[in-house]
């Protein structure tokens, strides 16, 4: 078998609210949307008695010997739903670490999806939802690479044909330890998102929203306050939003041409920083 290629794309929290806490869990809801940027997966049968995974590229570093592809298969196999086969994965990770565009959540869910449409592996619906939620809390939202809402209680809604934006990713030289972030939440949101409808994509709707951890993210971390503050006030976006629990902060344009030049400006006052100007998909 050669190696199969699979695109593992970055995810983008447009919001995102804290609604509550459920044991040790909080509950939360979001508007996801991708970003064409993605980490590069290869998988491959062999004839070994153990998986070989191995990460390579500029993001490779500190990824840990447990990580949520080996806790993917490590589940299947104590389930006793993946027997009798071995694989070799190699990642090319272009998505950076801890900068809360999910880069390990939607690899695990790209392997698995990989897994059942090649029949490695029979789920049903729920198996599927059981086991993404074991690997990672974000996990399931990358079983499709569509526009979807998350409500408060755990139910997805997929919209295809939204608004597109031009957007520029910024990450500063640092990331942001998502259980540190959540340790740190002491006021919940009203739900917003329970009566999902495709214009919560639309523009003005989307610069009424927010992310419930930019408050923590910008008083912990002074330095994101000022990306934040210098893309407001430099490069004209229709909105900038911070994704996940941080670090990585997105501008949003409608124009090519303004996201292009926003870049410009950032590479040049932010000299150390990693950007990247994409699209959403």
């Given at each position: 078998?050669?190696?199969?290629?699979?695109?593992?794309?970055?995810?983008?929290?447009?919001?995102?609210?804290?609604?509550?806490?459920?044991?040790?869990?909080?509950?939360?809801?979001?508007?996801?949307?991708?970003?064409?940027?993605?980490d590069e997966i290869f998988v491959k049968v062999i004839n070994s008695k153990k998986h070989k995974i191995s990460f390579y590229g500029r993001f490779s570093k500190n990824i840990k010997y447990r990580n949520t592809i080996s806790s993917l298969l490590n589940i299947l196999e104590k389930k006793k739903l993946?027997?009798?086969?071995?694989?070799?994965?190699?990642?090319?990770?272009?998505?950076?670490?801890?900068?809360?565009?999910?880069?390990?959540?939607?690899?695990?869910?790209?392997?698995?999806?990989?897994?059942?449409?090649?029949?490695?592996?029979?789920?049903?619906?729920?198996?599927?939802?059981?086991?993404?939620?074991?690997?990672?809390?974000?996990?399931?939202?990358?079983?499709?690479?569509?526009?979807?809402?998350?409500?408060?209680?755990?139910?997805?809604?997929?919209?295809?044909?939204?608004?597109?934006?031009?957007?520029?990713?910024?990450?500063?030289?640092?990331?942001?330890?998502?259980?540190?972030?959540?340790?740190?939440?002491?006021?919940?949101?009203?739900?917003?998102?329970?009566?999902?409808?495709?214009?919560?994509?639309?523009?003005?709707?989307?610069?009424?929203?927010?992310?419930?951890?930019?408050?923590?993210?910008?008083?912990?971390?002074?330095?994101?306050?000022?990306?934040?503050?210098?893309?407001?006030?430099?490069?004209?976006?229709?909105?900038?939003?911070?994704?996940?629990?941080?670090?990585?902060?997105?501008?949003?344009?409608?124009?090519?041409?303004?996201?292009?030049?926003?870049?410009?400006?950032?590479?040049?006052?932010?000299?150390?920083?990693?950007?990247?100007?994409?699209?959403?998909?």
């Amino acid at each position: 078998m050669k190696y199969i290629k699979i695109k593992s794309y970055a995810k983008l929290n447009l919001a995102l609210n804290i609604t509550g806490k459920k044991k040790n869990l909080h509950k939360i809801e979001s508007l996801v949307t991708f970003a064409n940027h993605h980490d590069e997966i290869f998988v491959k049968v062999i004839n070994s008695k153990k998986h070989k995974i191995s990460f390579y590229g500029r993001f490779s570093k500190n990824i840990k010997y447990r990580n949520t592809i080996s806790s993917l298969l490590n589940i299947l196999e104590k389930k006793k739903l993946l027997q009798n086969i071995k694989f070799d994965i190699r990642i090319k990770k272009k998505i950076p670490i801890k900068s809360g565009l999910g880069g390990g959540s939607i690899n695990a869910a790209c392997i698995l999806k990989f897994l059942i449409q090649k029949k490695f592996v029979n789920l049903t619906k729920n198996e599927i939802i059981d086991i993404s939620k074991l690997v990672g809390s974000d996990v399931i939202l990358g079983f499709n690479f569509t526009n979807l809402i998350l409500n408060s209680k755990g139910q997805l809604k997929f919209f295809k044909n939204c608004r597109k934006f031009y957007i520029l990713i910024c990450k500063p030289n640092f990331g942001c330890s998502t259980k540190k972030m959540y340790s740190k939440i002491k006021i919940f949101n009203k739900p917003k998102l329970n009566n999902p409808k495709k214009n919560m994509f639309d523009l003005d709707y989307l610069k009424k929203m927010h992310n419930s951890f930019e408050t923590i993210a910008y008083s912990n971390y002074p330095k994101l306050r000022n990306i934040n503050l210098f893309l407001h006030n430099s490069t004209n976006p229709d909105f900038v939003r911070m994704t996940g629990s941080g670090s990585a902060i997105v501008a949003y344009f409608q124009s090519k041409e303004k996201c292009d030049k926003a870049k410009k400006l950032f590479n040049k006052k932010y000299k150390n920083y990693w950007c990247i100007a994409s699209k959403t998909i």
